[in-house]
T-cell receptor, first 115, second 112 residues
Framework: GAVVSQHPSWVICKSGTSVKIECRSL??????MFWYRQFPKQSLMLMAT?????????EQGVEKDKFLINHASLTLSTLTVTSAHPEDSSFYIC???????????FGEGSWLTVV | QKEVEQDPGPLSVPEGAIVSLNCTYS??????FMWYRQYSRKGPELLMY????GNKEDGRFTAQVDKSSKYISLFIRDSQPSDSATYLC????????????FGAGTRLAVHP
């Protein structure tokens, strides 16, 4: 089946710094990828839709200048959390639809802790 | 009212039991229905997906969609302790290229 890979799996950074999370589709091309955020014991919250070759579409309430998304190629999307603060600490997950567009596969997720 | 309703549980069953997980929804435009399993501190893992109404079986898992009732189910036969996880239903009006609408997730615990 399709595989989506995220890196890093976990990261700790200092408050005020920026952190980049990569999402790769390993055996298929993805013109669209989705970025989610998940707080403990809660469901996934869609942050933005990443589109290859164009600007990302952000959900209401998500700061596009804080969460920079770049879909550089058909297999790579990146999420950069800029000027990170402790309240940005969370589980970030990316996903991509399969080549037929029938369903969506998720990455393993990235744990961000801002200290 | 949320677009997708799912009882968060927790649901606790003995090993070997048949587990029934359910979601209801309000948007009649939903055509694609998915079930994901999520272990603690991991990304969701796709279990099943179905298009429109009907049943689909894969090993110990059976997914059912009843569009007339706006109701979907996931059955797990011969449940195992390794099935202990959170199960998320998700749906979309037009497949994977559009964002999924998730249920809250049901926490399942299968005890030996």
């Amino acid at each position: 089946g399709a595989v989506v890979s995220q890196h890093p799996s976990w990261v700790i950074c200092k408050s005020g710094t920026s952190v980049k999370i990569e999402c790769r589709s390993l055996d298929f091309q993805a013109t669209t990828m989705f970025w989610y955020r998940q707080f403990p014991k809660q469901s996934l919250m869609l942050m933005a839709t990443s589109n290859e070759g164009s600007k990302a579409t952000y959900e209401q309430g998500v700061e596009k200048d804080k969460f920079l998304i770049n879909h550089a190629s058909l297999t790579l999307s990146t999420l950069t959390v800029t000027s990170a603060h402790p309240e940005d600490s969370s589980f970030y997950i990316c996903s991509a639809p399969d080549s037929l567009g029938n369903t969506i596969y998720f990455g393993e997720g990235s744990w961000l802790t801002v200290v | 009212q949320k677009e997708v309703e799912q009882d968060p549980g927790p649901l606790s069953v003995p090993e070997g039991a048949i587990v029934s997980l359910n979601c209801t929804y309000s948007n009649s435009a939903f055509q694609y229905f998915m079930w994901y399993r999520q272990y603690s501190r991991k990304g969701p893992e796709l279990l099943m997906y179905t298009y429109s109404s009907g049943n689909k079986e894969d090993g110990r898992f059976t997914a059912q969609v009843d569009k007339s009732s706006k109701y979907i189910s996931l059955f797990i036969r011969d449940s195992q302790p390794s099935d202990s996880a959170t199960y998320l239903c998700a749906m979309s009006p037009s497949g994977g290229y559009n964002k999924l609408i998730f249920g809250a997730g049901t926490r399942l615990a299968v005890h030996p």
